[in-house]
């Protein structure tokens, strides 16, 4: 389809690429520049994580980027303290 088709009738490019998986090219002077489709949806397990992190070259982390980290697993570790229905 040509970019000015695409432009015009882009919400219901999107629609179908969403419902319907479809996928378009748009062409600009007739040369394919650009393809719409759908977003891979990727999800790893644990074991497929851990793979990837245990085989990949990581570069030394600075102390800002340790402590962000540290910051980010005490925020995940923090319990959960429910609220009292007869709080304020």
């Known amino acids: 389809m040509s970019a000015t088709e695409a432009a015009k009738n882009f919400g219901s490019i999107l629609t179908e690429v969403r419902e319907r998986a479809a996928e378009y090219v748009v062409e ?46 005490a925020i995940w570790n923090r319990e959960e303290v429910p609220r009292s229905p007869w709080g304020r």
């Open 28 to 73: 600009h002077r007739g040369k394919a520049v650009a393809r719409i489709s759908p977003e891979e949806d990727r999800t790893l397990t644990l074991k497929e994580f851990c793979d990837l992190v245990a085989n990949r070259p990581w570069p030394p982390l600075d102390e800002e980027c340790l402590r962000a980290i540290e910051e980010g697993i």
